[in-house]
């Protein structure tokens, strides 16, 4: 795709192309570009971080294993590419269990047929995790216990990820509640997301 816009822009703004790759290349958000036929066309590094959780690829394809997360996708896919609408989120179960927001978005050429789809909440802080577990005091146990509820999972689920009882997360919760001194898990996610953004 870059070089079709290389070649139309021409050789005196290869440099802002460049940029635009390095930009799109190093964005801390997952950020697949689609065709409008479906095919991954490029996917950053971020994105190449988180699709191994939130889909798959499948023949070129983004794939949701989910069902119901699939239709979404495609519904809301084909939304822009049959022009009806610039920009269209949608919140779908991703493959590894979590609910995140998805921002489908055309490009801006009008002469390319694909566009750019954003995975929100895809990563969960990790590279924070450590500055909060000094400054709060948290074990290692919390801070896994911690970053798997700040995407959605009950404390069932987070027992079941971490083959444990929901006993055990449950006196890991109301640890983290008395350590980072909030009142229940969505003032301890609250303040887990201010603290890491």
């Known amino acids: 795709?870059?070089?079709?816009?290389?070649?139309?822009?021409?050789d005196d703004r290869t440099e802002t192309t460049g940029q635009t790759r390095r930009w799109f290349e190093y964005d801390p958000t997952p950020i697949v570009?689609?065709?409008?036929?479906r095919r991954v066309l490029?996917?950053?590094t971020?994105?190449?971080?988180?699709i191994s959780e939130v889909a798959t690829f499948a023949d070129g394809r983004l794939e949701?294993?989910?069902?119901?997360?699939?239709?979404?996708f495609e519904a809301a896919?084909?939304?822009?590419?049959?022009?009806?609408?610039?920009?269209v989120s949608t919140i779908l179960r991703c493959d590894d269990g979590f609910w995140r927001r998805v921002t489908i978005m055309r490009c801006a050429?009008?002469?390319?047929?694909?566009?750019?789809?954003?995975?929100?909440?895809?990563?969960?802080?990790?590279r924070n995790i450590d500055a909060l577990a000094e400054a709060f005091g948290l074990t290692p146990a919390e801070c896994r216990v911690l970053q798997i509820l700040s995407g959605g999972a009950s404390a069932k689920t987070i027992a079941a990820q971490l083959g444990v009882s929901p006993h055990t997360i449950r006196a890991h919760l109301r640890s983290l509640y008395g350590k980072i001194k909030v009142r229940g898990a969505c003032d301890l996610v609250r303040e887990y997301t201010r603290l890491t953004s």
């Open 33 to 37: 570009l689609i065709a409008f036929d």
């Open 77 to 87: 896919f084909d939304t822009i590419a049959s022009c009806a609408a610039d920009r």
């Open 1 to 10: 795709m870059y070089d079709a816009v290389q070649h139309r822009l021409g």
């Open 42 to 44: 490029e996917v950053n």
């Open 46 to 50: 971020a994105g190449r971080r988180a």
């Open 109 to 126: 050429d009008p002469e390319t047929e694909a566009a750019f789809v954003i995975v929100h909440g895809a990563d969960r802080g990790d």
């Open 64 to 72: 949701f294993s989910d069902p119901s997360a699939r239709r979404a």
